[in-house]
């Protein structure tokens, strides 16, 4: 037996050395895989019976049961009672606190539906895999032994300390953290940093997906180091690990090759796990919403799931699940590296928005690796260095953000951004930093996910219908001359939102889009016969084709107090804007050679019809957040 699942770990290591050869770790992670295969086979647990094999005499298997030298841990009297259950126990297991040689540990079973059975590569056996092959590593729980009852294995770990935090970090369950992890992200935020980003690396680098993600799942211990307390259950097949399980154990049946039992399997470097081939974002799958953040409210504020695992397109291609997918998680999950580096001062604040900056690069190729990320917090504690301002934090200081309060507040607590204007600017910000952005002079309307009510859309394997493509699920910027509407705006872009109004003068905005195309009184006569009352019409919430009347008038002005910065200079607009995600504002572009010398007659006309446009401007004018830097 031992010499078979040797010749399949084989296998695998020979098809993962294809891209690059397999490493040391790689090695020592797949010998302590082979623990936990044997351990399952020694028991007959194999979902594949037929291949089982004559393992030894059920005699032989009674007088010497065989259990992983590294455990302790054989069977239930192993462990005296009492054991008492520990609040938060999940739906798929019970989990008891009990006490072993004077320390605390964990002790995890099944939960009472007694239906199924534990076989390998099920949940139960990839938490035990998790647990064994990556024994001793930071972040892991060790693992101090198992046991099977009937169908159903029971597991003992070290007590790992006390989650990190409470909630579902969703839009209706947001993440409230605790006490001891506010306490030690304020006293030693760089230490705090340093574990967690050891403990993702861990397991993310070894192949393992965690896509079912939020707060509860890890732990503090009381010498600050953060744990992986429940296992991911999702494996990369590019990584050796990951192929190694597939050989040993199979997938469900042909016509889903992409499962392992109940398991989904990530491919990321293609065949026929996922639709590889895609004309937009929208045929590509996606992770679980709790780890995408895909749909509307499927996640809390400020939380955005990475541009692989909400499905991204790239030349043709869906880009393709990494660790650097959890490099992205981290950096933008408010109760992760964002929250510890709120709690930090000066310096080490900087040096901790730097990193975060890094990781949350869109393209995963430009971004540090969980081992790079480590070692710059080393060097870092080592020889504190002077950190620059980023954009964001020099935009803050700037007297457009501190000349206001309003703009104060919102600055660090925005979820997404709202820009209502003309001539924005956003090349390659969105793709840089991964943004899921929308310009269209109608706003979307998508699915609302706050109570996370769909199942369809939360499973791991799933693949886009044809109403799925057509919903834009959560946005992080929409921007462009778009029908205001509170309403549709609150479900569209996920709450609070930093909201921006670029407004100017009649005349102004005439000029610049005047393109020579025509001749100037010709162009004013053709795009502008009712003067410029397509803003205001956008601002009271009537499409562009209608008729402006005095009421619309009215309300495009009442509308004026929904922003939190009112501008009459693009570029300040697409300063704040670039700024707000910690990126440099591009060159403006030199002024237009054109000049717009339209007759007197001509000029009058569009501004007598632009006279609820000038009301407009004037008003924005008068309020208190209203910007310009002339």
Known sequence: MQLRLAVLLGLAAARTAAPAALTARDRQVLEKAKLIDRWFEERRQ????????????????????????????????????????????????????????????????????????????????????????????PGIPELLGAWFEHAHATYVVQDCGAMIGAGAGSAADPTILSEAFRKRASEHPLHLARSLLACFQSWASAGFLQDDFYAPQFTLSDEGAIFLVDGPDDFLLSSPLGNSVVHAWGTRNESEPCHLNRMALRDVHGGKCAPQACESDHDCPWTRESHSCRGAGSCEPRSRGAPEARGKCMKGTCMRLSEKTHVYDVANRPWLLPFIADQAKSGDRRFLRSIIRQASNGYPKMRPSFAELVDAIDEFLRRPTNVEESPKER???????????????????????????????????????????????????????????????????????????????????????????????????????????????????????????????????????????AFVLSLAGRPQNGTLTQSDCDRAVRHLDSFSLVADDTETVTTVLYGLYDVEAPAAPPPSKMSLRASAAAKARVLDASRCHARVAAAARALPTFFSPS
């Open 395 to 533: 935009l803050y200081a700037s007297p457009l953000i501190q000349s206001n309060e309003r703009r104060k507040a919102a600055f660090w607590d925005y979820a997404s951004v709202v820009v209502l204007g003309e001539g924005m600017r956003v090349t390659n910000l969105c793709d840089d930093r991964g943004l899921a952005c929308y310009e269209s002079e109608e706003l979307p309307a998508p699915a609302d996910l706050t109570l996370l009510r769909h199942k369809d859309r939360h499973r791991r394997d799933h693949d886009p219908s044809e109403a799925d493509k057509k919903d834009p699920g959560a946005l992080d910027v929409v921007y462009g001359r778009f029908r205001f509407d509170e309403g549709l705006l609150a479900r569209a872009v996920p709450a609070p939102s930093f909201t921006i109004l670029l407004v100017a003068d009649a005349w102004s905005v005439v000029q610049r889009t005047f393109d020579g195309s025509l001749a100037p009184d010709k162009f004013l006569e053709r795009r502008f016969p009712r003067g410029v009352q």
């Open 46 to 137: 194999h979902p594949r019976r037929e291949i089982v094999g004559r393992v030894r005499s059920a005699a032989r298997r009674e007088k010497d049961p065989w259990v992983p030298p590294t455990w302790t841990v054989s069977k239930e009297e192993d462990v005296p009672g009492p054991w008492q259950e520990v609040s938060g126990t999940n739906h798929a297991k019970q989990v008891f606190r009990a006490s072993l040689h004077n320390k605390s540990v964990i002790v995890k079973k099944k939960h009472h539906d007694p239906r199924g059975r534990d076989d390998a590569g099920a949940t139960i056996y990839t938490e035990l895999l998790y647990l064994e092959a990556l024994r001793g590593e």
